[in-house]
T-cell receptor
Framework: QQQVKQSPQSLIVQKGGISIINCAYE??????FPWYQQFPGKGPALLIA?????SEKKEGRFTISFNKSAKQFSLHIMDSQPGDSATYFC????????????FGDGTTLTVKP | GAGVSQTPSNKVTEKGKYVELRCDPI?????LYWYRQSLGQGPEFLIY????????DSGLPNDRFFAVRPEGSVSTLKIQRTERGDSAVYLC?????????????FGPGTRLTVL
């Protein structure tokens, strides 16, 4: 049973456009939802994270939207740049076992100049 | 400062052999995590340590996999009787604590290939 489902698998966006990546989770005990960015040959790096007590969090060009009732959350990248081309992973964890993160399968984003 | 380092960066071994993968966390980080990432997939949790003890090892696939962190710093992931299905990138991460919002810092990974 895949607990965190991510879509789309790949995404191509023009420079300056908006990139949107979606995730859905099943376990209502999850209460921390980070997004990671991974470049080839590197480990994932935390981009932005949200807890379910808020519906939106914005940091620069990156925004997480969270819908608790639908058990869905999404990453929006505004004014997408070629340097944003990478693989993005959503993840989820529980406060009762915070060290164990469950990841989605990733979205490969390509931003065309 | 130095980030998380992992050695070796690449390891090629033959089926049935024993391998050890090393992780050096960020100095002062008490929590350490191991993940496995297969091609085209997200990281899969294996085990995490709080200090010297394994807090959760529920992600280890079977008893061929074992990890230690004897002094609460460096950790070694040990795989016995390797199988071709063990081929993957093994990622290590560390964080200042296991609080839910404590950021996990990942190393570059060790790419294990079992022939």
């Amino acid at each position: 049973q895949q607990q965190v489902k991510q879509s789309p698998q790949s995404l191509i966006v023009q420079k300056g456009g908006i990139s949107i990546i979606n995730c859905a989770y099943e376990n209502t005990a999850f209460d921390y939802f980070p997004w990671y960015q991974q470049f080839p040959g590197k480990g994932p790096a935390l981009l932005i994270a949200i807890r379910p007590d808020v519906s939106e969090k914005k940091e620069g060009r990156f925004t997480i939207s969270f819908n608790k009732s639908a058990k869905q959350f999404s990453l929006h990248i505004m004014d997408s740049q070629p340097g944003d081309s990478a693989t993005y992973f959503c993840a989820a964890s529980k406060a009762t076992n915070a060290g164990k993160s469950t990841f989605g399968d990733g979205t490969t984003l390509t931003v065309k100049p | 400062g130095a980030g998380v380092s992992q050695t070796p960066s690449n390891k090629v071994t033959e089926k049935g052999k024993y391998v050890e993968l090393r992780c050096d966390p960020i100095s002062g980080h008490t929590a350490l995590y191991w993940y496995r990432q297969s091609l085209g997939q997200g990281p899969e949790f294996l085990i995490y340590f709080q200090g010297t003890g394994a807090a959760d090892d529920s992600g280890l696939p079977n008893d061929r996999f074992f990890a230690v962190r004897p002094e609460g710093s460096v950790s070694t992931l040990k795989i016995q009787r390797t199988e071709r299905g063990d081929s993957a990138v093994y990622l290590c991460a560390s964080s200042p604590s296991t609080h839910i919002t404590s950021e996990q810092f990942f190393g570059p990974g060790t790419r294990l290939t079992v022939l």
